[in-house]
């Protein structure tokens, strides 16, 4: 690719780093960072109804420049119509597990305000719609579609990185 792409979706297995990634992308291309969470989420984890979620990624996506941290698939068929990049986080179970309960953990603990000033608790993390849960429920789908994204992007360009490591470089190569 002979330049940066104006509008980048970074896509991943839950706890994969997404949401890092993506900031720090923006960091070094000044493109507006986007977090879907924040899009997505109400305080008290009331979710934003689905038509107001496509009307705000719509808006978000119109744009000219953007970086988004996820794809989720209520609305996923209006990210993909723009975006230019996909960058895929195809890291192995063990690491984006490991990262995700670390995580999850640490915001326990510290209360720690996310996504329109949520906080996350020991009772979520056990609960029906843990996150933690959520990484097994959605893991395989999530990874095979980066992979046939990879293999033959039917849209965008997409650059499939597989190790911590690979990702580093790639971000300096920005």
Partial sequence: MTSMPDRIL???VT????????????????????????????????????????RRIAEVCAGERWVLDAAYGKW?????????????????????LSRLVRRTFARTLTRRRICNGNVESVRQVFSADSIIRWHFTSFAT????IRAWAAESPGPAVVRLTSPRETRRWLDSL
Wanted: hydrophobic residues 35%.
């Fill in 10 to 12: 970074v896509y991943g």
């Fill in 15 to 54: 706890g994969s780093g997404k949401s890092t990634l993506a900031a720090r992308i923006a960091e070094r291309t000044g493109l507006p960072y986007h977090s879907a969470d924040d899009l997505s989420w109400q305080p008290g984890w009331v979710p934003v109804p689905d038509e107001e979620q496509r």
């Fill in 76 to 96: 996923r068929d209006i990210v993909l119509a723009r975006t230019q990049l996909v960058v895929g986080l195809d890291y192995p179970r063990w690491l984006s």
């Fill in 142 to 145: 999530k990874r095979a579609r």
